[in-house]
């Protein structure tokens, strides 16, 4: 047991004996020098306590900088209505941008999370946000403001994805392996959760002139909308998670790791499949929730977006949260294969129902399966992210007895890659906000659905040879 460890009393009297340890040493704010959740003795006295203490305070920042994200997806519905002249293909293109900044900026996140640590991280990459929703505040009360400044805003709106790489690989640290699906699930699914929150909220409270800040927008019916509140109600709110975050969080010595040690994770194979997943499952996420509420509108221009639009992401969301506990009871690649199944079956039914030719389309059967569409990529995104601490783990730990220096080794080992691989395949993956909505705006919906299935398929091959059938090379 490593010296952090050592507990504060202890009494060696047969089966009976108990062992505690110095609270003081995992308060909130502290630099936590070691960590061992493997521990039983150690993990039900003080690390349960502390791992939900710090996935609490992770889920609602995440979640705030979910909505900055994908706070285009339902502003650009607006735009036309109160003036702006954006074309079609240019309110496709905002609401893709963030997308694109987003992921490159995980891909930073991913790396830097480590490096300084959850809780600094957490409330720095927290407060940053505020940036960009002031900006979009102001900008959004002037219909004569140029589409290369909203095209700025939205990119600097995509930062607010990047906050998921690291939470997600930081998290990740605090738990056992038998509780780090569900961990993660609960991170991501209730994070993933802030893109149904700023869908349905936006409608409701740009209609508040009570809380408004700046001057009405109007209608073409003369109806007063207030767009800036979709922007400014959140500013105080990053506030106060920054601070909780930075006075309550803990930074974990253990997850502290140098870029040059966690570059290795491009030489492993299994980084770069897992990467090719989790693209087909939270790529499908994000930008179906991206694109579904101008594809609603363009679409089916009868049917409210307002009314319809949250209920995907919303129900993604909290699939991600059932997916990895499913994972840990059944294995991950099996409930990743029948994730993209269901994906695939969704979007050809999806595909039916678009209006073609003469023929209208069927709203609710469109919608009904692009609901299952969002199930089943949620379940999928669960799954892909239990799967990854098991495949390092099991590639690590091959061949050595517990208890000895090598596997200690390599369990840090295992633990540093998965927690870096985590975070790489989200950055990728989030790319999935840019090029689905930029498929609506330069291709026929069709062809670009069928595009997807055609990607399912591919990701039920890899799925299954590499992690799920007989003899599979890492099973998980």
């Known amino acids: 047991m490593s010296s952090a460890l050592q507990p504060s009393t202890r009494q060696d009297a047969g089966p009976d004996a108990t062992v505690t340890y110095d609270p003081e040493n995992y308060r909130p704010g502290r630099t936590i020098t070691a960590w061992e959740p493997e521990n039983e003795v150690f993990w039900r006295s003080v690390g349960r306590k502390v791992a939900n203490r710090n996935l609490w305070i992770a889920v609602p920042a995440l979640l705030v900088a979910f909505v900055v994200w994908q706070v285009w997806s339902v502003t650009a519905t607006n735009l036309k209505d109160v003036g702006f002249s954006f074309s079609t293909?240019?309110?496709?293109?905002?609401?893709?941008?963030?997308?694109?900044?987003?992921?490159?900026?995980?891909i930073l996140y991913t790396f830097l999370g480590p490096m300084i640590g959850q809780r600094r991280f957490t409330a720095l990459s927290t407060v940053v946000l505020i940036v960009p929703l002031i900006w979009l505040g102001i900008a959004i009360q002037d219909t004569s403001t140029p589409y290369g400044v909203m095209v700025v805003i939205a990119a600097l709106c995509g930062i607010g994805g990047a906050n998921f790489a690291s939470s997600l690989a930081n998290i990740g640290f605090f738990f056992p392996k038998k509780e780090k699906g569900n961990a993660t699930g609960i991170n991501g699914g209730l994070g993933n959760l802030g893109v149904s929150v700023v869908q349905l909220l936006t409608p409701i409270v740009i209609t508040f002139s009570?809380?408004?800040?700046?001057?009405?927008?109007?209608?073409?019916?003369?109806?007063?909308?207030?767009?800036?509140?979709?922007?400014?109600?959140?500013?105080?709110?990053?506030?106060?998670?920054?601070?909780?975050?930075?006075?309550?969080?803990?930074?974990?010595?253990?997850?502290?790791?140098?870029?040059?040690?966690?570059?290795?994770?491009?030489?492993?194979?299994?980084?770069?499949?897992?990467?090719?997943?989790?693209?087909?499952?939270?790529?499908?996420?994000?930008?179906?929730?991206?694109?579904?509420?101008?594809?609603?509108?363009t679409t089916f221009p009868a049917y409210s977006v307002a009314t319809y639009a949250w209920m995907g992401p919303a129900l993604g969301a909290l699939a991600r949260w059932a997916g990895g506990w499913i994972a840990d009871k059944?294995?991950?690649?099996?409930?990743?294969?029948?994730?993209?199944?269901?994906?695939?079956?969704?979007?050809?039914?999806?595909?039916?129902?678009?209006?073609?030719?003469?023929?209208?389309?069927?709203?609710?059967?469109?919608?009904?399966?692009?609901?299952?569409?969002?199930?089943?990529?949620?379940?999928?995104?669960?799954?892909?992210?239990?799967?990854?601490?098991?495949?390092?783990?099991?590639?690590?730990?091959?061949?050595?007895?517990?208890?000895?220096?090598?596997?200690a080794k390599a369990l840090k080992q295992a633990e540093m890659e998965a927690g870096a691989v985590t975070g790489f395949t989200s950055a990728i993956a989030a790319y999935g906000f840019f090029f689905i909505p930029a498929m609506f705006a330069n291709f026929a919906v069709t062809s670009a659905m069928w595009g997807f299935v055609a990607f399912y398929v591919s990701c039920i091959v890899v799925a299954w040879w590499f992690y799920a059938r007989k003899g599979a090379e890492a099973p998980s």
């Open 89 to 106: 293909s240019q309110l496709f293109w905002l609401t893709a941008i963030p997308g694109l900044t987003g992921g490159t900026a995980r």
């Open 210 to 297: 009570t809380i408004a800040i700046g001057t009405a927008q109007h209608k073409k019916d003369g109806t007063p909308v207030y767009l800036q509140n979709a922007a400014f109600l959140w500013v105080p709110v990053l506030v106060v998670l920054a601070l909780i975050a930075w006075f309550g969080q803990n930074d974990l010595k253990v997850a502290s790791t140098p870029f040059s040690r966690q570059k290795v994770i491009f030489k492993r194979k299994h980084n770069w499949l897992m990467t090719w997943l989790y693209v087909g499952t939270f790529g499908s996420f994000i930008g179906f929730a991206a694109a579904l509420p101008l594809l609603i509108k």
């Open 330 to 407: 059944l294995g991950g690649a099996k409930v990743t294969i029948i994730s993209f199944v269901g994906m695939a079956l969704s979007i050809i039914g999806v595909i039916n129902f678009l209006p073609a030719g003469g023929d209208s389309g069927n709203f609710y059967g469109f919608f009904g399966c692009f609901l299952a569409a969002f199930f089943f990529s949620g379940v999928g995104n669960g799954s892909t992210f239990r799967q990854i601490p098991v495949i390092f783990r099991n590639q690590h730990l091959k061949g050595l007895t517990a208890g000895t220096p090598e596997y």
